[in-house]
């Protein structure tokens, strides 16, 4: 069974003649431990898709379901619990709380999930320490370079152990190296440490990480195709 099944996942904005369609029917299976970039360029309605897919909204028509659980007849409080527990989002901006450690920002899923203090300080040390951030532990997000803080980012996404990692542009605000670095690192989660990752990129290098690459156009899933670079 795949982990996501999307099925003629539709979301239009306002009514009438401004109504603006954002995604137009795309269906999309993504199975567990796939490491899967939605590419196309701006507008296309690469983050809406990735939006419903994380329950972050609802769409207008069609269906989105997690381990064959349909998000429709979920409450906000289950779509709530789901997100926190079984999804780990990753953004352009990091949205690290600047006045917090690596390791407290690392920490703040477990800790709203009802965690004890001293178990959320221990997973985040190992997640950071296993995205190659156990030397900075303390650091403040002014104290990291932009890599860093997307590390920091990535083992806040992780804390929870979650099936699936949802990753917005998570290199548009990098250098090129910096870049390629968290690419490969979202590649490793999905290969080495078992999550399936879904990345929305609309750089061509940085899809390349993935095995599986989705074009949109317009709304629309045009292409949907194995990596040739691949190695598997």
Known sequence: MSLIQAENLTKVYGAGETAITALDHANLSV????????????????????????????????????????????????ITQLRRRKIGFVFQFFNLIPILSAVENAALPLLLDGASPAKAKHKAKEWLTKVGLGQRLNSRPDQLSAGQQQRVAIARALITEPVLVLADEPTGNLDTKSGNEIAALLKQVAKEWGRTVLMVTHDPRIAAYAERIVLMQDGKIIEDKRNPKDEG
């Open 31 to 78: 199975n567990a431990g796939e490491c899967v970039a939605v590419m196309g360029p701006s507008g296309c309605g690469k983050s809406t898709l990735l939006h419903l897919l994380g329950g972050l909204d609802r769409p207008t028509e069609g269906s989105v379901s997690i381990e064959g659980k349909p998000l429709a007849k979920m409450s906000d409080n289950a």
